[in-house]
């Protein structure tokens, strides 16, 4: 158990829909990153937040969007959903201390069927 | 920009054989290189990491990796692999600044077979 939380395990939804998922990072840390891993695309980094700030943003649709609230949980909403955003979606959480190397610890997942 | 290829989509090898997984990467700055291991159905879980140092690096469940920065590779390698160890595999490169983020290679999934 990584301590990095995600809910829904599952989702099962329509195209056109919206959804959000959800991450808790792990007790103290700052920073959470977004993952997807698609059969298409492999894993790729969506985006990542430093204590509720935006501070990278990989291949990140326009139709996705993310947040981070002031308790530190993230999360991921995926709008005008497409067939093509099945996938697995990962969240990690790394303490992100300037000028060191910081593990990121993986959640989970939530798994997307968009029909 | 950051790129990682790995050379072998599928390895199946039988229980207690040794096995090699080959990871090539591409970087215009240095880099932190990883391992990370999927077993089916779970989220990812770090197998090892080069940060500076010794070129050999060991990691759990027996695995280890070399670095070799003239040919910009990070080869995983186990002696004698069980058939707990089927999963998916991939490596994974990040800055040594900034975001950290990950860049992973495509993934190659290890089969044992008995």
């Known amino acids: 158990d990584s301590g990095v939380t995600q809910t829904p395990k599952h989702l099962i939804t329509a195209t056109g829909q919206r959804v959000t998922l959800r991450c808790s990072p792990r007790s103290g840390d700052l920073s959470v990153y977004w993952y997807q891993q698609s059969l298409d695309q492999g894993l790729q980094f969506l985006i990542q937040y430093y204590n509720g700030e935006e501070r990278a943003k990989g291949n990140i649709l326009e139709r996705f969007s993310a947040q981070q609230f002031p308790d530190l949980h993230s999360e991921l909403n995926l709008s005008s959903l497409e067939l093509g955003d099945s996938a697995l979606y990962f969240c990690?959480?790394?303490?992100?201390?300037?000028?060191?190397?910081?593990?990121?610890?993986f959640g989970p997942g939530t798994r997307l069927t968009v029909l | 920009a950051q790129s990682v290829t790995q050379l072998d989509s599928q390895v199946p090898v039988f229980e207690e054989a040794p096995v090699e997984l080959r990871c090539n990467y591409s970087s215009s700055v240095s880099v932190y290189l990883f391992w990370y291991v999927q077993y089916p159905n779970q989220g990812l879980q770090l197998l090892l990491k080069y940060l500076s140092g010794s070129t050999l690096v060991k990691g759990i469940n027996g695995f280890e990796a070399e670095f070799n920065k003239s040919q910009t590779s990070f080869h995983l390698r186990k002696p004698s692999v069980h058939i707990s160890d089927t999963a998916e595999y991939f490596c994974?490169?990040?800055?040594?600044?900034?975001?950290?983020?990950?860049?992973f290679g495509q993934g190659t999934r290890l089969t044992i077979n008995p």
């Open positions: 994974a490169v990040s800055d040594f600044q900034g975001a950290q983020k990950l860049v």
């Open positions: 990690a959480s790394s303490p992100q201390s300037l000028g060191h190397y910081n593990e990121q610890f």
